[in-house]
């Protein structure tokens, strides 16, 4: 990837690069780069290679969401202008990104209850949902990121969940994250 290079804003976006735990909750107002950020934590599996330049995981395989599947349309753009520097092939629709590693990226949608049932009894080591308030209650979140799961002990499931306030879910995901001062309320 010689033609490739991204470095993180000080602060935040390297601050959630940095996580380990399974959930992880990018907030703020737009324009903060949270996108931005999303964008590269879902594909750093994917593209891992060892010291002798061997993929790390070539089973590994992220879920991008978003409400509706017109909403990642720039999404989908601005990543395309990323991994297709790292030989990342894009295809289909929804859209899907195969990685020379044999790692894919799929993307989709939560715009009605049954939407949900697609992605359940999969295997998704990486879930990155952009915009969570737009699932209206804590629930479907829960039915969701079951799918989240990794059965390699080297690739640990997490799921980044970007968000603005406002919105249907508002609610449950400010619940859900804040702290009241003195403990955060365990998912």
């Known amino acids: 990837m010689p033609d490739f290079y991204w470095a993180p804003q000080p602060g935040p976006q390297t601050f959630a690069l940095t ?21 590269i934590w879902i594909v750093a599996p994917a593209i891992a290679s060892n010291s002798a330049s061997v993929w790390l995981h070539p089973y590994y395989r992220g879920l991008v969401l978003r409400r509706h599947q017109e909403e990642l349309r720039e999404w ?27 790692a894919k990226i799929y993307t989709g949608h939560l715009r009605d209850q049954n939407a949900f049932t697609k992605y359940v009894g999969h295997e998704y080591q990486r879930m990155l949902l952009e915009e969570l308030t737009l699932i209206p209650n804590e629930a479907d979140y829960i039915r969701l990121i079951g799918s989240c799961r990794s059965k390699y002990p080297d690739l640990p499931p997490q799921i980044f969940a970007t968000t603005n306030p406002g919105n249907a879910g508002h609610a449950w995901v400010r619940a859900r994250w804040l702290f009241d001062g003195k403990k955060k309320r365990p998912p």
């Open 19 to 39: 996580r380990q735990e399974k959930e992880l909750l990018y907030g703020g107002c737009r324009g903060g780069g949270k996108s931005e950020v999303g964008i």
């Open 76 to 102: 989908i753009d601005r990543a395309d202008r990323y991994y297709s520097k790292m030989g990342a092939k894009k295809v289909g629709r929804p859209v899907e990104f195969h990685f020379p590693s044999g």
